[in-house]
């Protein structure tokens, strides 16, 4: 094992005010500000239990219930959770257990720097159905006031849908641009449902919980973000919510090249030119947990 050493603890408290100050990578107000999705949510601990029999997925304790957890991407690689197991194996000799934390640990880790590991992060999201389709103008809405900006600094409000003059880069622009993924339209819930659709998604930590759940085999802490009460929903999540489980497990990100006939992969709300705006600057709220596996330009 390289040399790690624990840097420090951070309470629960700490981590929260930390998770209230991370922003979006590239969502914006009408100002050009940077744009808090976790400013005024709760945030409280809760419990995700294994899954009970092949083909189902984790649940997480709600109340008195349980819920089945969904992730936005149904895969994981091993070679981020064989560095998971170094870690455990670390946390360990500190009488630490991962499934068990209840604040965050900040360790060093010799030639890859200082992380942060905090019980994964799971959102509480409500949506509106029409046979089972996910209803666009009512989620419209939730975009009020949130803007994106194109390669040449303007900014565009996504809640018009239709984007005009979106420069792609110092020249070229798209006259019309509409925000959603084109297969937005066809991903479907089911034909009977209509009405309010309240779903949990993985946020952060599912090779954590991937890790805990299936290696360990103990339910796993869980840091659970829902509305405040009497708050507004939270922003629309990145990518639709797909079952926990079945799983694709590959070696590393790079080995999907070898498999060009996955059809498993996450389903990003927003266009090939937005995607990835909704994700979270974690570092800045003073975290240090994940970095985007790709280097799409975000403005």
Known sequence: MDKITLTRTLPLKSVEDMLRHITFRGIYNTRGSNVLPYKD????????????????????????????????????????????????????????????????????WEGR???????????????QLKNGYLDLPHLLKRFKGLCVKDAVGNLHTLSDRDLQSFHID????????????????????????????????V???????DYVLEKVKKPMNVLLVEPAKGGKALYPYY????????????SSKKAEKMYNRI?????????????????????????????????VEIY
């Open 113 to 127: 720097g200082t992380f942060h590991i905090l019980p994964p992060v799971i959102e509480k999201h409500t949506y």
């Open 239 to 250: 990518a639709f919510p797909v079952p926990f489980r079945p799983s694709i497990r590959l």
């Open 263 to 295: 059809e498993r992969d996450k389903i990003h709300l927003l266009n090939d030119f937005l995607k990835k705006t909704l994700h979270y600057d974690w570092e800045s709220g003073g975290l240090k947990v994940s970095k985007l596996r790709s280097d």
């Open 41 to 108: 949510v709760r945030i409280s601990i809760t419990t995700v239990y294994p899954q009970s029999s092949p083909g189902t997925s984790p649940e997480i304790k709600i109340g008195r219930r349980r819920e089945p957890l969904f992730t936005p991407q149904p895969t994981i690689y091993e070679n981020q959770t064989n560095i998971l197991e170094e870690v455990d194996k670390f946390l360990l000799t500190h009488d630490i257990h991962m499934n068990e934390l209840r604040n965050a640990v900040e360790y060093s």
């Open 203 to 209: 946020c952060d930590g599912a090779h954590r919980l």
């Open 170 to 201: 110092g020249f070229s622009k798209i006259d019309h641009l509409d925000i959603f993924n084109s297969n937005v339209p066809i991903i479907n819930y089911g034909l009977g449902h209509d009405g309010e659709f309240t779903f949990y998604i």
